[in-house]
Each structure stands twice: as structure tokens, then as C-alpha cells.
């Protein structure tokens, strides 16, 4: 079975720090790796990424893809209580998206 | 501009009973999936479906059931609802194996 394996479970930061969350994964045909935030509802889309040291930024969020190592991290610069949320990476292959448990962030002012 | 439209928001039933979670699409795509999310989790496929006609099994199918009749809908059934199927489950389509997943808003299902 392949796996995605995210740490931290999760984190508490102040306003204003920096946190870097990890994804790993151990899969073959790996095709992309997805991050997700998730707040109340429903998952929303933030980054897709598919090569190897490109890095896919918005605003003060960051992603890369490290394909060698089988991993990947997300940036947060400059953190706002707006941040909170739990964050979700997923790998495709031929199958549909396989999750990790996510990393739940805490923001505090 | 709806996207992925799944009905119930809310469900409870007792155990034993069964029910259908609906799950709608209107963007053409051919791939859809059922997950539940559980605390601490992550989300777990249930089943999928690449197109109409054509469903497999995920991670935890077991006392699911589904079909997939037209491009647009995807139902789950409980066919005989448990407790340990207390959860939120999430219907999500995409284009394509490699691209961003269009979810729903979720069903928040209790079993007593």
C-alpha cells in the first residue's frame, strides 16, 4: 500500500513565526503531489507539484518537490491566525489521491 | 457555478439502517471518488469510479456500495449501517488522475 507520511501531527506557532511542514511518500508511478488546506469544510486546493526543485509559491505559502528523496515541504512565512487549519499532502499515481493524516496548525496572536 | 453538490449535509441513523449519500457533478469529469475523514486520519478512499459504468474499490470499502450510471453521479450506499461508520465523507471529482480534486462540501453521517 502506498503511504504518505506528514509531520508534524501538528504544531503550534506564534503570529509571525515561520513553519516549514513535511510530506513523504513511498510509491512507484508517481505522477504529481498535492497540497491541500482544510479548515471546517471542505479541503481547498493549494499547490500541485510534479518536478523535482521548482518551487510553486503563493503569497507567503511556498511548496517544493524533492523527487530523489521522496519528499516534499510546505512554507509558511509570516504567519496569521488566519493559518490555522490542517494541512494535507496526497500523491497521485494510477490511482486516485492517497492522503497523508495531515499536519494540524495552530496560529496563536 | 455548482461543482461537486453531495445531499445530505446531515444524517443520523441507527444501526442497521441504510441510506444513500448523493453526489452530483456538473464539470465533465470522468473521475470521481468517495473518501471519509476521520479525526486524526487524514482522508481514506473509499471507492472510485473512472467513468461511467466503471467503479473499484479503495482503502475501506467494506459495507459500501456504489455505481456509477451517468458521468454526473456518483452514490454511496450503507447498506447496513454501524457505528464505526460514524464520519465525514467527502465526494470529489477531477480530470484526471494527476490533477487538483474538486470536493464537496461534505456529509457528516452519525450511526447510533
Redesign the interface.
Known sequence: ?DK?V?SP?SLVVHEGDTVTLNCSYEVTNF??L?WYKQEK???T?LF?L?SSGIEKKSGRLSSILDKKELFSILNITATQTGDSAVY?C?R???????????TRLSVIA | NAGVTQTPKFQVLKTGQSMTLQCAQDMNHEYMSWYRQDPGMGLRLIHYSVGAGITDQGEVPNGYNVSRSTTEDFPLRLLSAAPSQTSVYFCASTYSYTGELFFGEGSRLTVL
Open positions: 500500500e504518505v506528514q501531527l505522477r504529481s498535492l469544510k471542505a479541503p486546493f500541485m510534479t494535507l496526497a497521485s499515481g494510477n490511482t486516485p489521491l492517497v492522503f497523508g493524516k495531515g
